[in-house]
């Protein structure tokens, strides 16, 4: 799925599992096996916001991710905890952050939820964090399960 991600206009790999599933274990085995830097997005991005006041938070959050992962070195980063850009304090869209993100390197995230051929969600319903992306459009994202990484990557867009 990275080789194929390198050919697409974003470059963002989606690894979408229940907590639980198997995301973190993919990842770190990634991470060792081809020596990519993993990134724990929650640690390393609350870090950077507490300089900021709540409301200032909003003004410079996708800056701060770029700045991070302009902090790691090599054309493919891998993204564990990604909860933080679901926090509707920040008012972002995380797929969108994360696609913007992607378009010159490639991008391995961990996503808590589910992915469908149909759809991308995030969090259960009625959960304040949700997010369910209905209305894919082939090409943007390529989407895996820890638990069927032996089906055929989808991709898929934000709407």
């Not at 470059?11 to 085995?29: C, D, E, Y």
């Not at 304090?89 to 797929?95: D, N, R, T, V, Y």
Request: a positive charge; one cysteine or more; charged letters at 20%.
């Amino acid at each position: 799925a990275i080789v194929q991600a390198t050919q697409n206009y974003y470059r963002l790999v989606v690894l979408a599992g229940a907590q639980g599933s198997g995301k973190t274990a993919a990842l770190r085995q990634l991470a060792n096996a081809e020596k990519y830097p993993l990134l724990n997005v929650n640690l390393e991005l609350s870090r950077k916001l507490l300089d900021f006041s709540r409301t200032q938070r909003t003004e410079h959050v996708e800056r701060q991710f770029r700045e991070l992962l302009l902090g790691c070195p090599g054309p493919v980063v891998l993204l564990d905890n990604i909860e933080i850009l679901f926090d509707t304090a920040l008012q972002i869209h995380p797929l969108r952050l994360l696609q913007a993100c992607s378009r010159n390197r490639t991008l391995v995230a961990a996503w808590n939820g589910v992915c469908t051929a149909e759809s991308l969600t995030y969090a259960e319903p009625g959960h304040p964090e949700h997010l369910s992306l209905t209305q894919l459009k082939a090409s943007d994202v390529i989407l895996l399960s820890p638990a069927t990484d032996r089906s055929q990557p989808r991709k898929v867009s934000a709407s």
